[in-house]
């Protein structure tokens, strides 16, 4: 094996280890041993929200054992690769060494994606992630925008099996979307999905300019952490103003012909949310008062980030920035103006090809928080 392959596969051993060690691999096996056991209990599903809590960590931990264990395999089988390649001869032997290569990086690719994983620690990033997308300054191709990052966070989501939940389609008048609520559901999508929080803008020839301009336009991504019992987040019922009215779909028809759509303004804050998505006003209710929480939970990371700023000193780093620009003329590239990754070909990124930029970014947000 030449000295150069040795030395990278002992670095990503090394690598390997300590994501063995941070997800503690022993104590892993226990919690899902306990998991099954209580995932056995005929009385579990007495209680449906405790029950989905163990299945879903049940299925979690399973997933997290299986894929480091498959990565210690793949990389315990490397030195076997490049030995079985470099006893062949001629092409055979640089058709499998090239083999071997190609292993490797995605070996490499793998385990790095492992370790992004591995620093999600702040205090709710292990929870489903709440996301709000809203139009911003670009008219109808803004709108239109909103749906287009709609698509790609939920095709996204469907690539790696994570559940989604709509909560609410504002649908815009001509085409797109003035806003939309849904959530991710598995474990740490916060954490993950936090780091896309921010301006997102598009530049591209515009299909609603009959003259074929250029137009410039954006939207703003906002994820919040799903409530929990624990939080303390109890909104008083006093303090909500509860308007109900039909659901509406594109172009403004109405899709409903009962007032199950609902609206709830939070009093104090003037927080608004609408929920028009599922079949029943009280389902609607529901799921709104879930949203209202997240954001007033959201709020008070807000309120204790900035005391923390002030007594640091510092300003802090306004999530409200642009942090992406997807051009898709007169050149085509993403590019995240945070951690500067690019990727020439947004048509993929669009389609939900977005992890790169999300491990990107959780390590510039380890790497801001350390500095």
Known sequence: MHPDVATDLESLDSTLTTVEKVLDVE?????????????????????QDHAQKVTSELS????????????????DDMPVHYELAESEEGE?????????????????????????????????????????????????????????LMRMYIRWAEKHGYGVEVYDTSYAEEAGLKSATFAVKSPYMYGTLSVEQGTHRLVRISPFDNQGRRQTSFAEVEVLPVVETTDHIDVDENDVKVDVYRSSGPGGQSVNTTDSAVRLTHIPTGIVVTCQNEKSQL?????????????????????????LDALKGDGGSSWGNQMRSYVLHPYQMVKDLRTNVENNNPTTVLDGD???FIEAGIRWRMADADA
């Open 27 to 47: 104590e892993l096996r226990r919690r899902i041993d306990e998991l099954e056991m209580q995932a056995s209990d005929p009385d579990l599903w007495n209680d």
């Open 354 to 356: 977005i992890d790169e």
């Open 60 to 75: 979690h931990a399973q997933a997290e054992l299986r894929r480091v264990t498959e990565l210690r395999q793949r990389l």
């Open 92 to 148: 055979a032997r640089t058709s499998a060494l090239a083999d071997a290569d190609a292993e490797r990086e995605s070996l490499r690719s793998d385990i790095q994606a492992m370790e992004v994983k591995t620093m999600l620690a702040g205090e709710y990033d292990s929870r489903d992630a709440v996301v709000n997308i809203r139009s911003g300054a670009g008219g109808v191709d803004a709108a239109d925008w909103a749906q287009m």
């Open 283 to 307: 389902q609607n209710k529901a799921s709104a008062m879930r949203v209202l929480q997240a954001k007033l939970l959201a709020r008070k990371q807000q309120e204790e980030r900035a005391e």
